[in-house]
């Protein structure tokens, strides 16, 4: 995003609705900051490129839990 960044991003939507179920999607499966973004509140994550069947298959399984 060339404004801010998944962190920022993650913040301003937990400061909206603390309980927001955020799936994060990157492009770069080494970045540490998927990780610190998902120990961050987010709950998921997926690596870019997907299919449609897996994006669905990660966000239906954070809306189940």
Known sequence: MPVMGGQECLQGLLKI???AKV????GY???RSVADTV???ARGSINK???RTEALEEIRKV???
């Open 29 to 31: 499966t080494a970045d």
């Open 39 to 41: 120990a961050a509140g």
């Open 17 to 19: 609705n603390q309980f």
């Open 63 to 65: 809306l189940d839990a």
């Open 49 to 51: 490129p997907c299919t």
């Open 23 to 26: 799936v994060v999607a990157s």
